[in-house]
C-alpha cells in the first residue's frame, strides 16, 4: 500500500503518521505555496532534523521523502534541494528519538559537524549517525538513504554504536552489499506488497548489525544474522555471476566468511551455492537473449557474457531451466536481427 500525504491534511507542526508496518508514506513539497514551503517541511514532516534555512531560497525549495516501517527499523528515502539543519539537544530531548541511523549518500554531498567532530560525506558513502546526539548538516542538493534502526536491536552484537558516530563505511564487502541493497530497496519499494517491505527493511537491519560487527571485530556471526548474510550472498552472486571464475570459495572470501558458514546458510533453505551461481548465470543470458541491447550478438557469445565457457553446457542447462533452448528463447525480430547481421 502506497499513502501519499496531502499538506493539507494535517497541520504544520503536527508529526506525520507512522503507519501500519510495511506502508509507504510519501511527502512531497510540490501541492505546498512556495513561501510555506520550508516550514511545512521543518514542521510536517521531518522527524529528527530541523531545516533553518535553503541556501538556494524559500521559495525555490522543492523536497520529496518516502518512509517505510519495518519491525525494528525504518526506511527513509529523501531528496531535496540544498538545505541547512540541525538536530540540537532540547530536540532530541522533545522528540525522544533514540535510533542508530546509516545514512546513503545517493546524490549529492554533506558536511555533517556533531560533537565527536566535523565529518564530510560524498555520493556513494555511508555514514553511521546517532540519533540522540546533537548534529549540525549542510547539504547540496542531495539523495539520502536512510535506515534507522531502534537502539536495542545493537544488543545483538554487544556494542555501544554510538562509539562510531560519524564513522564512514568501508565501500567494499560486506558494506558494499548493504549499501547496494539500500539502492534497491528504495528504488523498488513503490512496487512491493507490504510484507515484501518489511522483509527488505529487516534484512536490511540485519546487514546493518553485521557490517557493524565486522567493522568492529573484524569478523561476524553468520548463524546470528542468518537472513543478512544470506541476502547480502545472494546479491553478490548476481552481481559477479558473469565472472566465469566465481565459485563458493570466492563467495566466502568477498563475505570474509567459511565456506562451511555460507553452505549452511544456503542448505538451511535447501539451496546450494554453486546451483545459485548456475542460476544467476542463466538468468542473466535469458535478460540479454529477450533484450533488443544484445540483438547484435550471437548465443554463443551471450553465454560466453553470462559467464559460460562451455557452450553445450549453456544449452542443457538453459533447456532444463526454461524448457526451450536459447535460440528458442530469443523473440523472434530479434532472431532475424541477428540472423541478418551474421549473413552480412
Not at 525504518?74 to 540540537?88: F, H, M, Q
Not at 547480502?232 to 558473469?242: F, N, P, V, W
Amino acid at each position: 500500500m502506497i499513502e501519499p500525504t496531502n499538506p493539507t491534511s494535517h497541520a504544520i507542526g503536527v508529526p506525520p503518521p507512522v503507519g501500519a508496518a510495511g506502508t509507504l508514506h510519501v511527502h512531497t513539497t510540490d501541492d505546498v505555496p512556495e513561501t510555506l514551503r520550508l516550514a511545512y517541511w521543518r514542521e510536517g514532516v521531518m522527524r529528527r532534523l530541523e531545516p533553518i534555512g535553503a541556501p538556494d531560497g524559500i521559495r525555490r525549495f522543492r523536497a520529496r521523502l518516502t518512509r517505510i516501517q519495518g519491525t525494528n527499523a525504518e526506511l527513509v528515502d529523501a531528496a531535496s534541494d540544498a538545505i541547512v539543519a540541525k538536530r540540537d539537544l532540547q530536540r532530541c530531548r522533545r522528540d525522544g528519538c533514540d535510533d542508530i541511523s546509516f545514512d546513503l549518500v545517493a546524490a549529492g554531498a554533506s558536511r555533517n559537524v556533531s560533537d565527536v567532530g566535523e565529518y564530510r560525506m560524498r555520493a556513494g558513502d555511508v555514514a553511521i549517525i546517532d540519533c540522540s546526539r546533537s548534529l549540525g548538516m549542510n547539504r547540496s542538493r542531495h539523495r539520502v538513504i536512510s535506515l534507522l534502526i531502534r537502539r536495542d536491536q545493537f544488543a545483538a552484537i554487544r556494542y555501544d554504536p554510538a562509539l562510531q558516530t560519524g564513522r564512514i563505511l568501508r565501500p567494499h564487502g560486506m558494506a558494499g552489499l548493504f549499501k547496494s541493497h539500500l539502492s534497491a530497496m528504495a528504488e523498488q519499494a513503490a512496487h512491493l506488497l507490504p510484507e515484501q517491505r518489511i522483509l527488505a527493511v529487516d534484512v536490511a537491519t540485519e546487514m546493518a548489525l553485521s557490517v557493524l560487527q565486522m567493522e568492529t571485530q573484524g569478523n561476524f556471526d553468520v548463524e546470528q544474522f542468518d537472513a543478512g548474510f544470506y541476502h547480502a550472498a545472494r546479491g553478490l552472486i548476481y552481481r559477479r555471476c558473469t565472472d566465469p571464475e566465481l565459485v563458493p570459495r570466492q563467495v566466502a572470501s568477498a563475505l570474509k566468511c567459511s565456506r562451511a558458514a555460507l553452505y549452511r546458510a544456503f542448505a538451511g533453505r535447501d539451496q546450494s551455492v554453486a546451483a545459485m551461481i548456475w542460476s544467476a548465470r542463466i538468468e542473466h543470458a535469458q535478460g540479454m537473449l529477450s533484450s533488443a541491447l544484445y540483438s547484435n550478438l550471437l548465443v554463443g557469445e551471450i553465454a560466453f557474457r553470462s559467464g559460460f565457457v562451455d557452450h553445450p553446457t549453456f544449452n542443457r542447462m538453459f533447456k532444463r531451466r526454461y524448457g526451450i533452448s536459447p535460440q528458442e528463447a530469443r523473440p523472434p525480430h530479434l532472431t532475424r536481427i541477428v540472423e541478418r547481421k551474421s549473413e552480412a
